[in-house]
Every structure is written in structure tokens, then in C-alpha cells.
């Protein structure tokens, strides 16, 4: 048996994980943004709003976005960055990462798509100015490991910056958990056809680690001056930190 790691709640072989939740992308991907939507109450466009305030990505910039899903925050970038900048868009799932590339192209966005792995990133050091993943650091297996390579590929003044579920204020937690484990599965059986994969999403956003977990995380993974903003009493946080 090899090393073990978690998938929601179950425990499984490390090597396992990956595809298990390919098979969550793969499942859901055609109806993703409707369920953000419907999960969310229209939130998760503001978290995203927030992360793009944040990044403050101009002309010229190099962004990289990893597990850009569907690539709200990539057509945010590329008109930031315009066409002097550089703006890729991946992820490791391919399901995600074509309805991603096509709703670029349908907004009349060209910008590189790449199918990769995060704990492995196929990018030069130092050559980005910005790095980003929303709501996706918690399905990685080793959440250091990635942490790492975001680090490396940023340029010294860059950031990375993780905008992921957290925990929610406590005296919310059991309204919280009602909504997660009861209404979000019933959701996913009605409108994705597929509870078992919001009933991982649950059970994910309880294994992620905290606010204060992930930002020692971050800072182990050598970055600094890590910062996290609570949005929505902490349903979901945004974690920047920085290279010198």
C-alpha cells in the first residue's frame, strides 16, 4: 500500500486521488457555471471580482491561472494585460479546461490554454508576475508541492494568490454544514445529475486547511508577506503572498 492522502473523507492511495477527482471535472463540467451559480446564490462572481481587484494585473503582465476551470479570472487578465501581456490558462482536467478555452474564444479572447499539473508546472522560474488559483488547491494532493511551484514560477515582487473555501464563522457552522451536506447533493442530483460530486465538494472544503493552516502553508512553501482576506464570514478566503 502507498503513501495515503484524503478524498473528502475517504482515505485513499495518493496515486488514486488524481483520478478520482478528474472523474468529478469530468462529471460536472458541462453544467459548472449554473451550479456555481445556484451553490453560490450569484456570490461566486463577486469572490472572483475580489480576486481580480486584488491581482491588479496591467498591461504587459504575465499571469498564470491555475485550474482556470471555466476561465472567468483568464478573460478578466487578458483585457488587463492586453496584447503586450501573456495570460495562460490551465488546468489539469481537460473536461474543464475546453469548456474554458471555448468561452474565451467566445468572448473573443486568444489566449494560451495548457493541460498541466500544478505540483509540476512546465514554466520557466521567475517568469510570471501573477499567479492564481480559485477553487482548486484543495482537490491537489500535495497542496505544498504546488504551493512550491507557484513560488518558483513568479518573478521576485510577484504573487501568488489562492482563493479557495475556508472556515466559516462559527456561530454560521450549522446552518453551513446543513446547506453543504444536504441541499448542495440534492442541487447536483437535480440540476448536474451527479450528488456524489457535490457531496465531495462538501466533504473537500472540510479537509482543506484553515485560514491560519493554509497560510503557514503558504509561507513554508517560502513566500511572504502571505495575507488572507475572509469573504462572506469566511466561506471562502483569499490568500496573497508574495517573492523577494
Not at 155 to 170: A, D, I, N, R, T
Not at 194 to 215: C, F, G, N, V, W
Request: glycine share 10%; hydrophobic share 40%.
Amino acid at each position: 500500500m502507498g503513501e495515503q492522502t484524503h478524498f473528502g473523507y475517504e482515505t485513499v492511495d495518493e496515486k488514486e486521488k488524481a483520478g478520482k477527482v478528474a472523474e468529478v471535472f469530468h462529471s460536472v463540467a458541462s453544467k459548472y457555471d449554473i451550479m456555481n451559480d445556484l451553490m453560490s446564490g450569484g456570490l461566486h462572481r463577486i469572490w472572483k471580482a475580489f480576486t481580480i481587484g486584488r491581482a491588479a494585473v496591467r498591461p504587459g503582465f504575465k499571469v498564470l491561472d491555475i485550474a482556470g476551470g471555466t476561465g472567468d479570472l483568464s478573460k478578466a487578465f487578458a483585457r488587463a494585460a492586453g496584447p503586450t501581456g501573456e495570460v495562460w490558462l490551465t488546468d489539469i482536467n481537460e473536461s474543464m479546461l475546453r469548456v474554458g478555452r471555448d468561452r474565451l474564444l467566445d468572448a473573443g479572447i486568444v489566449t494560451p490554454t495548457l493541460l498541466c499539473d500544478a505540483e509540476k508546472l512546465p514554466f520557466p522560474s521567475n517568469y510570471f508576475d501573477v499567479v492564481t488559483v480559485a477553487f482548486g488547491l484543495r482537490n491537489m494532493t500535495h497542496k505544498d508541492a504546488a504551493l512550491a511551484e507557484m513560488r518558483r514560477v513568479i518573478k521576485p515582487g510577484g504573487k501568488v494568490m489562492v482563493l479557495e473555501f475556508s472556515k466559516v464563522w462559527q456561530p454560521l457552522e450549522k446552518a453551513y454544514d446543513t446547506y453543504s451536506f444536504k441541499v448542495l447533493p440534492w442541487l447536483g442530483s437535480r440540476i448536474a445529475g451527479d450528488a456524489d460530486s457535490y457531496r465531495y465538494l462538501a466533504e473537500s472544503i472540510r479537509m482543506h486547511p484553515d485560514q491560519e493552516t493554509l497560510k503557514t502553508l503558504m509561507e513554508q512553501a517560502g513566500l511572504e508577506r502571505v495575507e488572507y482576506h475572509n469573504l462572506t464570514a469566511g466561506v471562502v478566503a483569499l490568500h496573497i503572498g508574495r517573492k523577494f
